[in-house]
């Protein structure tokens, strides 16, 4: 079983900063690329970044130099910096990652999301 968890979301002032990680755990033997999406109310799921488990970086580009994506493959864990936030930023935020088990299984798993609200 692999599961992605994701943590830091909150409530941030326009302007402000926050900064989400997603641990992965469970029966993994290798994770491949990984990613956050946002998806905000009454709108479609949209990519925000991706990473590569070489370090190639990938952003949308209504966050591109605001955010910066980062992994720590020790921990199996990514992050999201996100700085000068927006109200448009507002949105359920969701990690995924691209995880090969121990059973030999290759998959694309997601997190349960956390809630990022900006507003004053």
């Known amino acids: 079983q692999v599961q992605l968890v994701e943590s830091g979301g909150g409530l941030v002032q326009p302007g402000g900063s926050l900064r989400l990680s997603c641990a992965a755990s469970?029966?993994?033997?290798?994770?491949?690329?990984m990613g956050w999406f946002r998806q905000a109310p009454g709108k479609q799921r949209e990519l925000v970044a991706t990473?590569?488990?070489?370090?190639?970086?990938n952003y949308v580009d209504s966050v591109k130099g605001r955010f910066t994506i980062s992994r720590d493959n020790a921990k199996n864990t990514v992050y999201l910096q996100m700085n000068s936030l927006k109200p448009e930023d507002t949105a359920v935020y969701y990690c995924?990652?691209?995880?090969?088990?121990?059973?030999?299984?290759?998959?694309?798993?997601w997190g349960q999301g956390t809630q990022v609200t900006v507003s004053s």
């Open positions: 990473i590569t488990s070489a370090g190639t970086i």
């Open positions: 995924n990652g691209d995880i090969l088990s121990r059973a030999i299984t290759r998959r694309l798993y």
């Open positions: 469970g029966n993994i033997f290798a994770i491949y690329d």
